[in-house]
């Protein structure tokens, strides 16, 4: 059984930092590409970041790109997401997805960024 559980998220000021992980089982972590999501409300949910096994290269969308840092250990079988130079619109449930021969979703974890 796959299971991804998220935590990290929690409320920060404005310009703060945190940093998510998403420790995953049931499936072969080391060859899977990982990716993180996010969910405003009203909103639909957006791509964040990724990070593929071998090189770790990873890919970013324009509005993480400069602040935020994705990472995987995968003996730990975790990824991270380090958010850096948090804004309120960064507020959301951010969800942790695995590919691996198909999609699956951790449950989610809220961010909340105060102005």
């Known amino acids: 059984q796959v299971t991804l559980v998220e935590s990290g998220g929690g409320l920060v000021q404005n310009g703060g930092s945190l940093r998510l992980s998403c420790v995953a089982s049931?499936?072969?972590?080391?060859?899977?590409?990982m990716s993180w999501y996010r969910q405003a409300p009203g909103k639909e949910r957006e791509f964040v970041a990724e990070i593929v096994t071998g090189f770790n290269n990873a890919r970013y969308s324009r509005s993480a790109e400069g602040r935020f840092t994705i990472s995987r250990d995968n003996g730990k079988k975790t990824v991270y997401l380090q958010m850096n130079k948090l804004a309120p619109e960064d507020s959301a449930v951010y969800y942790c997805k695995a590919w691996s021969g198909g999609s699956y979703w951790g449950q989610g974890t809220q961010v909340t960024v105060s102005s």
């Open positions: 049931g499936f072969r972590f080391d060859r899977s590409l």
